[in-house]
Structures are given as C-alpha cells and as structure tokens.
Antibody
Framework: EVQLVESGGGLVQPGGSLRLSCAVS????????MDWVRQAPGKGLEWVGR??????????EYAASVKGRFTISRDDSKNSLYLQMDSLKTEDTAVYYC????????????????WGQGTTVTVSS | IQLTQSPSSLSASVGDRVSITCRAS??????LAWYQQKPGKAPELLIY???TLQSGVPSRFSGSGSGTDFTLTISSLQPEDSATYYC?????????FGGGTRVEIK
C-alpha cells in the first residue's frame, strides 16, 4: 500500500524552528520527486517546495514566501523527506502536506498523485 | 504567473452540469492539474495535463483547455462531489495553485 505519513508538527513561538518528517512506503522513494504543500486555516493550498531525486542531484525549489527560511532534504536510505522550518512566522501556521510529485524530468509534470494526511504547525506566542 | 479560479463558490442540484474555470495570467500550454479536497482531508488528483482523467476518477469529471483558459466540468453532479476544487500550474516554479472553488449541493 502506498502511504505517506507526516509528523513533527506542533506549537512553536515566532522566530522558532521545527522539523517536519514524511515517511514513505509502498513505492520506490529514491526514484521520485517529492513536494511540500501547506494550507493555512480556512484558506487554499500553497505550494511550499520540491525535492528532486538522486538522478537530478537532489536539487530543490522553494516558494518565495519560504525561501531562505525553509530547507527541504531527504534520506533515501530511510525513505524519508524532511522540511526544516526556521525563523517561523505566524503566517506559517498551516497544515503541511507532503506528496509524491509525478514527474518525467525535463519532459512532463503531472501533479501530486499521492498525498499524506498532513501535520499541523501552529506559530504563536 | 497567477491562477484565477471562478466562481469562488457555487451551489447546484444533484444531476446538474457544473463548470469551474481556471485562468492563467500567462500561457501554460496544457501544464495544469485539478484536485478535489473534501473537508479535513488531503487533496486528491483528479485531472492532469489539463484533460487526462486520473485513474479511478469517475468519468463524469472532465477537463479542457490550453494556454490560459481551462475548465473542469462535472457532467452530472453527485452528493459525494461536494468539495473544494483547485487548479495548479506545473510548467514552471513556483507551482502555483488557484484560489479554489467550493461546490455545494442544494
């Protein structure tokens, strides 16, 4: 069964840090691109960033709103994706989803075809 | 590139034909996906490359369009289609989502 399970969410003060994890099973994690998407309370979806696979040098992309504060990494040996969030702001409060990005590199991107259930991050004093 | 969805919400009866529009501020060819999200749940991929139905998605859903104007159509609305629908561009970074369209059943 294909499964993504996020963890690590919680309450953090503004300016603080948090590290989210996404544990993957049921498909070959190392072959795939992975995305993070977030959703603030009562709001729409916001793409956060992408991790490319080893064949594409594990490079990353970020939304402007998080660039320089958030870092995406992965450990293929643990089938896990991470989101390190630093200098957190109240506007980072959201449910954070990880998802498999269905991509044929340099040819076509099809969207996120597998999603986790999400983990909630609350930034508040 | 911005994605503008319209309407932001709609209410329709079971059996109605429903259409949702997603307009890109610049051309994105067919690099567009549609998602369905039910309350408290993660989104699910409905359509990719603007018009291709994801496996397992009912055939009453269809997508069309290319360039800047795209449409998601539900041919005969069912009670289980009550949800919020999002488009997402996939041609370049950032991979922007539209603002969403909430579909309610009368």
């Amino acid at each position: 069964e294909v499964q993504l399970v996020e963890s690590g969410g919680g309450l953090v003060q503004p300016g603080g840090s948090l590290r989210l994890s996404c544990a993957v099973s049921g498909f070959t994690f190392s072959d795939n691109y992975m995305d993070w998407v977030r959703q603030a309370p009562g709001k729409g979806l916001e793409w956060v960033g992408r991790s490319r696979n080893k064949d594409n040098s594990y490079t990353t992309e970020y939304a402007a709103s998080v660039k320089g504060r958030f870092t995406i990494s992965r450990d293929d040996s643990k089938n896990s994706l991470y989101l390190q969030m630093d200098s957190l702001k109240t506007e980072d409060t959201a449910v954070y989803y990880c998802g498999r990005a269905w991509v044929i590199p340099n040819i076509q991107s099809f969207g996120m075809d597998v999603w986790g259930q999400g983990t909630t991050v609350t930034v508040s004093s | 590139i911005q994605l503008t969805q319209s309407p932001s919400s709609l209410s329709a009866s079971v059996g109605d034909r429903v259409s949702i529009t997603c307009r890109a501020s610049q051309g994105i060819s067919s690099h567009l996906a549609w998602y369905q999200q039910k309350p408290g749940k993660a989104p699910e991929l409905l359509i990719y490359t603007a018009s291709t139905l994801q496996s397992g998605v009912p055939s009453r859903f269809s997508g069309s369009g290319s360039g800047t104007d795209f449409t998601l159509t539900i041919s005969s609305l069912q009670p289980e289609d009550s949800a919020t629908y999002y488009c997402q561009r996939l041609n370049d970074y950032p991979l922007t989502f539209g603002g969403g369209t909430r579909v309610e059943i009368k």
